[in-house]
């Protein structure tokens, strides 16, 4: 079986290296638990644009490249790789993907059999949102790879991916990951954040929040059982997807543009 897994928080603790940089570039006094968003704005200001430029000069520094490894992830996947195929699915650009692929065979040396990249906060489309022709979706990706479960911080992937998988592990217990708004169905700023607010591990029975890679080992190990095993074939096939077209709300598309690994 497959196993997608994200990279940054789950893999790698990006934020407090994204933080260190910050606090030493601009003399601010940020901590991880600041980023009550992954939406970098919100939490620094200015626009979606200026925070990809600023998170685009962080990935030419020291810091991005020396980034720490998750406590118990690489134990965790060493004992599991006999028994899954893991795979990485991260949103990260294209532009860093020579750097990530470095550090995961730093790191993580022959565990994942490939690295995709969503691209989802690129200089040219820098609304994570939105779909662009050069994006890919977490839940497109985990389609493509034939995924059975995705390890994911994000809330908002949590949510997209849940029901198309058998298993989605909301990992971690960050700032930025205690629940997820779904703006596609507000018609105001102010109701967005009074009636959207979604606790995703709460809305969909195959979503599980873990905090430690021993507990996602024994949550994985479950899905080897024959009461699982037997019920794998055809996560996707019967799923009525929306057709989403660039420029609008980007979740999932029916003809996603081509994986790509780099």
Request: glycine content about 2%; proline content about 5%; some cysteine.
């Amino acid at each position: 079986p497959v196993i997608a897994v994200d990279l940054d928080e789950v893999l790698g603790d990006f934020i407090p290296a994204l933080v260190a940089w910050h606090n030493d570039r601009y003399q601010t006094k940020l901590v991880p638990s600041d980023f009550f968003s992954y939406t970098f704005k919100e939490v620094w200001g200015g626009t979606d644009a200026e925070s990809v430029e600023k998170v685009h000069t962080f990935f030419t520094t020291d810091y991005f490249v020396n980034i720490k490894p998750v406590p118990q992830a690489k134990e965790v996947l060493e004992r599991l790789k006999s028994h899954f195929e893991f795979v990485v699915v991260t949103s990260r650009q294209h532009v860093i993907a020579a750097e990530t692929r470095r550090w995961l065979k730093e790191h993580y040396n022959n565990i994942f059999s490939e690295v995709y990249f969503g691209n989802h906060w690129s200089k040219d489309a820098p609304n994570p949102d939105l779909a662009a022709k050069n994006k890919t979706s977490k839940p497109d990706m985990c389609k493509r790879v034939n995924a059975i479960a995705i390890i994911d911080d994000s809330t908002k992937y949590a949510y997209q991916c849940a029901p198309f998988l058998k298993k989605v592990i909301l990992f971690g217990n960050y700032a930025w990951n205690q629940n997820y708004i779904n703006s596609s169905n507000s018609n105001s700023e102010e109701e967005e954040k009074t009636n959207n607010i979604i606790v995703v591990e709460n809305e969909f029975n195959n979503v599980i929040r873990l905090t430690k890679w021993v507990d996602v080992e024994a949550e994985l190990m479950k899905l080897l059982l024959p009461s699982n095993s037997n019920s794998n074939n055809n996560l996707y096939s019967s799923k009525k997807i929306p057709q989403i077209n660039n420029g609008t709300l980007f979740q999932y598309t029916a003809t996603p543009c081509p994986l790509q690994a780099f």
